[in-house]
């Protein structure tokens, strides 16, 4: 079956820290790859995503590359800010076999960062 | 394009009694789905449509949990008798139909279920 493992948290860093939050992943087939965030109280938004092996996905200072022989995307951004705090989502797409792509996720990882 | 909106945001309601969640997704996406979300885990798939169609359900939708959507358009998510372990946050997302890996799933907000 399809899941995602990232690292547990709570992470807390301080403002300008370097963020890394590990993800990997077992699939069928050749899965795309994303990260969400949830900020409090709000649903899921998009963060990145890449869709074969060796992109780059980014946005807002944000990155994570498609390991195909480590089956890995993690997160990574240079300088987190205070706006950063939320949790954060791995998570891929794979057929489930009834026409669609289904979203497999993984537990989420809380980031608190502080002034 | 206003994102794909849910209604209500917030329920609370004692177990035993039915409640029902509205969602309607971004106007050009073909594909619906709904996730169930507990504290502190990540979104589980409940069920997907195409269309009016609904093609795949979790097994995690028992026989009290009921989906539509009558016109291909907005969703109802219904669970009936309800029990305090259904408690948990309702995410309704869309998605163009193409078969397609990387198609990006779009979430609304949430509908949030207290059973007290």
């Known amino acids: 079956g399809n899941s995602v493992t990232q690292m547990e948290g709570p992470v807390t860093l301080s403002e300008e820290a370097f963020l890394t939050i590990n993800c990997t992943y077992t699939?069928?087939?050749?899965?795309?790859l994303f990260w969400y965030v949830q900020y409090p109280g709000e649903g899921l938004q998009l963060l990145l995503k890449?869709?074969?092996?060796?992109d780059k996905g980014s946005n807002k200072g944000f990155e994570a590359t498609y390991r195909k022989e480590t089956t890995s995307f993690h997160l990574e951004k240079g300088s987190v800010q205070v706006s950063d705090s939320a949790v954060y989502f791995c998570?891929?797409?794979?057929?489930?076999?009834?026409?669609?792509?289904?979203?497999?996720f993984g537990k989420g990882t809380k980031l608190s960062v502080i002034p | 394009d206003t994102g794909v909106s849910q209604d209500p945001r917030h329920k609370i309601t004692k177990r035993g009694q039915n409640v029902t969640f509205r969602c309607d997704p971004i106007?050009?996406?073909?594909?619906l789905y709904w996730y169930r979300q507990t504290l502190g885990q990540g979104p589980e798939f409940l069920t997907y449509f195409q269309n009016e169609a609904q093609l795949e359900k979790s097994r995690l939708l028992s026989d009290r949990f009921s989906a539509e959507r009558p016109k291909g358009s907005f969703s109802t998510l219904e669970i009936q008798r309800t029990e305090q372990g259904d408690s948990a946050m309702y995410l309704c997302?869309?998605?163009?139909?193409?078969?397609?890996?990387?198609?990006?799933?779009?979430f609304g907000e949430g509908s949030w279920l207290t059973v007290v």
């Open positions: 106007s050009e996406h073909n594909r």
């Open positions: 998570a891929l797409t794979a057929y489930s076999g009834a026409g669609s792509y289904q979203l497999t």
């Open positions: 997302a869309s998605s163009e139909s193409s078969p397609f890996s990387g198609n990006t799933i779009y």
């Open positions: 890449a869709t074969k092996a060796d």
């Open positions: 699939a069928t087939g050749y899965p795309s």
